[in-house]
């Protein structure tokens, strides 16, 4: 098996246009030269060196490239998934409030259609419907799962729960405009700073986990930033490393910062990945802001964007299509009901295409250097196998 740019050679032979960008990751195609270069270098230099006692050029430069894209958010600390990400911004949280000497503070607010990674503590602030965490539901934390507040009555709901519940809650997580492995769901700038106005008004520290949204994909390079709404503490990772290995970013405020600052080790944030920031992973994370930095990307997104809008438009009047909706360079038909998955999936396959269906929700994330061509077979590929159905 091997991939190139915007492909996927299978071992017998066969070639697939990727309509998924191995789950957004490879924002840039795969293998770009100027990433490999980058890990190939730091892979003669030093593959990995602990982070403990010990910090490299990469790790500070990357950081440094990070927090300049969000000033606010200056301090940054790395581990290796996003689901680690998740997990190091609630204990930020956590410890933001213990090291005030606050001790109440056991619970985190999230909204349903929430996605938040596989590890226990990221199971327990996802959608309690997750399809693969439901089953762990009883040995989860209980958290508050509300609404995302659309509109007046959801609003008012979320500020009923505050009321009541705020001196239990460390803090409030959310991903910003798409709820992505929740279902492709979107929601406007609005919704969002009805959630930053919640958070202030309770003092909440707000987290965004931008590891789906980061990094250009809804066609800001960060969807909160983008639209104007800070978080106190955001989570990337995903396309953080243009797709080739795995690296996760924790960014906060000096506020989150400071709380743990302290002569007391106990008051630190006690939480070390073996791999904490990878100097390969760094390395690749670079390289891949160079690629932002020296191409088009939101010139590329917005070609994607028409593209996707023109191609899957047509879904709209098959039968048991429900929703066509497009966001940056992410793509989603909604069918009414789950179809038949492993049906679906060798169809796109006999049509030498990788999209990988889920629950009812059809979706393509390309990478951001796909052409035109490649795109419109993605599309086309939606429609007949769609409308191929039975
Ligand atoms: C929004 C979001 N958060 C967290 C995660 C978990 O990331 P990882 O799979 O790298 O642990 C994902 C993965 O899909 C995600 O989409």
Redesign the pocket.
Known sequence: MATRGCRISLADGRELIDGIAS?WTACHGYNHPHIAEAVAAQLARMPHIMFGGLAHEGAYRLATRLAARVPSLPHVFFSD??????EVAMKMALQYWLNQGDTRRHHFLAFLGG?????LA?MSVCDPEEGMHSLFGPALRRQHILPLPRDAATEAALHTLLEREHTSIAGILV?PLVQ??GGMLFHDAATLRRIRAAADAFHLPLIF?????GFGRTGHFFAGPGVGVLPDIM?L??ALTGGTM?L?ATLATPAIFESCLSARPEAALMHGPTFMANPLACAAANASLDIFEATDWRGNVARIESGLRSGLAPARTLPGVVDVRVMGAIGVVELATPPDLAALKRAFLARNVWVRPFRSIIYLTPAFTIGAADLACLTDAVLQVLADRK
């Open positions: 789950w998934s996003g689901s680690v990400g998740v996605y938040h990674g596989d590890t990221a991903e992505g492995a986990d931008e590891v789906f949204t989570v990772s995903k795995g996760a």
